[in-house]
């Protein structure tokens, strides 16, 4: 707001006041203003030429005067390092939220895993043929997939799928480094475990695996973040959804198709959204959950790895664009299945009984969710594994088939 200002000075210093009409031209940076009654707008001070020498004089309303802070030498250095590390750690904070989707989500690590090929372990997969397959994401993001089909029928090398009682198709969502490829020789082993089963209720079975792999990861194109990675999942429902009808046509006596879906570490975030959203084609709905070393959300983990109140990372959780909350997608699952009048998915966990990245508290407390909920719900460990090897030891990839096997004949038998 302009203030009107007259300019006068101090008696001890010009020893008389002067008109206001017969000072000369302010200076307002530099442009001069000159007039008998000036309109000055934010001017702090104005310096008027009296006998060769500047004045400074005040000027009255909302002006200020300016000031100077004066650091004494022998503080200088410690202001600066202080200066120094709050910088550093305004710049941390920027950083952590800027490149949050870089920080969690990591497909070039190692190196070389965008470049991996299914034959390089080929012949680790015991006999387990897999195969390149290609969907589309809702966004047209072209996503790579690595699928195969295997009896569930001990002693037999094939089973005519018309004569299959059920087919079991496995969604599997990985963790947030390396790719596919590496994973399958130790899938392909819970496979076969799976395929030997001695449960009688199990046989005739087929069971087709359907490892999808996150945009930017493999040979998949685009980019990681939480909301693409809901569109991939929701991709991978459609595409077993697609094969399920061109496989058995409209054939009412067809198997029953039963989904499971299996998330490891992040990809059990993946898993719980897609079964929480409901955005799954009606023809295969989710009927069981194998969580492999899962944990609450990204800010409880925040707050597990670093509970330092100085460290800024778990003070950043409002700026999260990522979440993978199965604490809260629990919940909607359950309160999704009463709505619909449905069985809701049983759900297996697997923990890793060494993890130094997830720590125990994390697998009670969805355990208790889970029994809160009515959710039918069973709890497991790998004996001595960490969080990337639960079923890389042969004790982690039984419990794994046990698994699969458990939630197979919970869904078969109506639970």
Same mark, same amino acid.
């Given at each position: 707001?302009?203030?009107?200002?007259?300019?006068?000075?101090? /008696?001890?210093?010009?020893? $008389?006041? /002067?008109?206001?009409?017969?000072?000369?031209?302010?200076? !307002?940076?530099?442009?001069?203003?000159?007039?008998?009654?000036?309109?000055?707008?934010?001017?702090?001070?104005?310096?008027?030429?009296?006998?060769? !020498?500047?004045?400074? &004089?005040?000027?009255?309303?909302?002006?200020?005067?300016?000031?100077?802070?004066?650091?004494?030498?022998?503080?200088?250095?410690?202001?600066? &390092?202080? %200066?120094?590390?709050?910088?550093?750690?305004?710049?941390?904070?920027?950083?952590?939220?800027?490149?949050?989707?870089?920080?969690?989500?990591?497909?070039?690590?190692?190196?070389?895993? $965008?470049?991996?090929?299914?034959?390089?372990?080929?012949?680790?997969?015991?006999?387990?043929?897999?195969?390149?397959? /290609?969907?589309?994401?809702?966004?047209?993001?072209?996503?790579?997939?690595?699928?195969?089909?295997?009896?569930?029928?001990?002693? !037999?090398?094939?089973?005519?799928?018309?004569?299959?009682?059920?087919?079991?198709? @496995?969604?599997?969502? =990985?963790?947030?480094?390396?790719?596919?490829?590496?994973?399958?020789?130790?899938?392909?082993?819970?496979?076969?475990?799976?395929?030997?089963?001695?449960?009688?209720?199990?046989?005739?079975?087929?069971?087709? +695996?359907?490892?999808?792999?996150?945009?930017?990861?493999?040979?998949?194109?685009? /980019?990681?973040?939480?909301?693409?990675?809901?569109?991939?999942?929701?991709? %991978?429902?459609?595409?077993?959804? =697609?094969?399920?009808?061109?496989?058995?046509?409209?054939?009412?006596?067809?198997?029953?198709?039963?989904?499971?879906?299996?998330?490891?570490?992040?990809?059990?975030?993946?898993?719980?959204?897609?079964? *929480?959203?409901?955005?799954?084609?009606?023809?295969?709905?989710?009927?069981?959950?194998?969580?492999?070393?899962? &944990?609450?959300?990204?800010?409880?983990?925040?707050?597990?790895?670093?509970? =330092? !109140?100085?460290?800024?990372?778990?003070?950043?959780?409002? +700026?999260?664009?990522?979440?993978?909350?199965?604490?809260?997608?629990?919940?909607?699952?359950?309160?999704?299945?009463?709505?619909?009048?449905?069985?809701?998915?049983?759900? +297996?966990?697997?923990?890793?009984?060494?993890?130094?990245?997830?720590?125990?508290?994390?697998?009670?407390?969805?355990?208790?969710?889970?029994?809160?909920?009515?959710?039918? @719900?069973?709890?497991?460990?790998?004996?001595?594994? +960490?969080?990337?090897?639960?079923?890389?030891?042969?004790?982690?990839?039984?419990? *794994?088939?046990?698994?699969?096997?458990?939630?197979?004949? =919970?869904?078969?038998? %109506?639970?």
């Amino acid at each position: 707001m302009a203030s009107r200002c007259l300019v006068s000075a101090s /008696r001890a210093r010009l020893g $008389r006041l /002067r008109p206001a009409s017969s000072l000369p031209s302010c200076r !307002k940076g530099s442009t001069y203003i000159g007039s008998s009654r000036l309109e000055v707008t934010a001017v702090r001070t104005l310096i008027v030429p009296l006998a060769g !020498k500047p004045c400074t &004089f005040s000027v009255a309303g909302n002006s200020r005067h300016a000031r100077s802070i004066h650091i004494p030498t022998v503080l200088m250095p410690p202001v600066l &390092f202080v %200066g120094l590390l709050v910088a550093l750690y305004v710049w941390k904070c920027i950083m952590l939220v800027v490149f949050q989707n870089k920080i969690i989500y990591m497909p070039g690590f190692p190196p070389n895993s $965008r470049w991996e090929l299914i034959d390089n372990y080929a012949n680790h997969c015991g006999g387990i043929k897999w195969t390149d397959e /290609r969907t589309r994401a809702a966004d047209g993001t072209d996503l790579a997939m690595a699928v195969t089909t295997v009896p569930m029928q001990k002693g !037999k090398s094939s089973t005519d799928k018309k004569d299959a009682k059920a087919h079991i198709y @496995v969604l599997y969502f =990985q963790g947030n480094a390396a790719s596919i490829p590496p994973r399958l020789p130790d899938l392909s082993w819970v496979l076969r475990n799976v395929g030997d089963s001695h449960n009688p209720n199990l046989a005739p079975l087929q069971i087709t +695996f359907v490892c999808l792999s996150y945009r930017g990861y493999w040979t998949s194109r685009g /980019r990681p973040s939480e909301d693409g990675l809901r569109l991939d999942a929701e991709a %991978g429902a459609r595409w077993i959804s =697609q094969y399920h009808g061109q496989l058995y046509g409209s054939d009412r006596e067809a198997p029953v198709p039963i989904l499971l879906i299996w998330g490891q570490s992040i990809g059990c975030g993946v898993a719980t959204n897609l079964a *929480a959203t409901g955005r799954i084609p009606e023809n295969v709905p989710v009927r069981g959950l194998l969580l492999e070393t899962p &944990f609450l959300s990204v800010r409880t983990m925040l707050e597990t790895l670093y509970p =330092q !109140k100085w460290l800024p990372y778990k003070h950043l959780w409002p +700026f999260l664009r990522n979440h993978l909350d199965s604490w809260t997608n629990l919940e909607t699952i359950a309160s999704t299945a009463r709505e619909r009048g449905r069985p809701p998915p049983n759900i +297996f966990i697997l923990e890793a009984e060494r993890d130094e990245l997830v720590p125990p508290e994390h697998a009670e407390r969805l355990l208790g969710r889970c029994q809160d909920l009515g959710l039918p @719900v069973e709890r497991v460990k790998s004996p001595a594994a +960490f969080h990337s090897d639960a079923i890389m030891r042969v004790e982690g990839k039984r419990l *794994a088939a046990l698994g699969i096997v458990r939630l197979t004949k =919970q869904a078969l038998d %109506g639970g």
